[in-house]
């Protein structure tokens, strides 16, 4: 089993930044993949940004103005986002699995309870 916690939330001014962490425990030997899923009121839940190993995907929607990344010492991945737009208010999500990250989210193994990110305008 496979524990992820989000933290890093809250409000911010469009414009500004924000950096979500995820802490994950428990047996993480099979993990090969990890991302951030969204989902904002009355919307589908998207895909942000995932990494395997050194490779990175990012959604359109938020290519050159945030950053994925995995510190494998601690067990935590984070997901830094410069520049952000109303548009990026949503509950962020952790998500990780043995294969791969669906743009739906169905069938991924683990995921974390969310955390909410507010952009004022």
């Known amino acids: 089993q496979v524990q992820l916690v989000e933290s890093g939330g809250g409000l911010v001014q469009a414009g500004g930044s924000l950096r979500l962490s995820c802490a994950a425990s428990g047996n993480m030997a099979d993990i090969n993949v990890m991302g951030w899923y969204r989902q904002a009121p009355g919307n589908q839940r998207e895909l942000v940004a995932y990494i395997r190993g050194g490779s990175t995907n990012y959604a359109d929607s938020v290519k050159g103005r945030f950053a994925i990344s995995r510190d494998y010492s601690k067990n935590t991945m984070y997901l830094q986002m410069n520049t952000l737009k109303r548009e990026d208010t949503a509950v962020y999500y952790c998500?990780?699995?043995?294969?791969?990250?669906?743009?739906?989210?169905?069938?991924?193994?683990?995921w974390g309870k969310g955390t909410l990110v507010t952009v004022s305008s």
């Open positions: 998500a990780a699995d043995r294969l791969r990250l669906v743009p739906s989210g169905r069938g991924i193994l683990y």
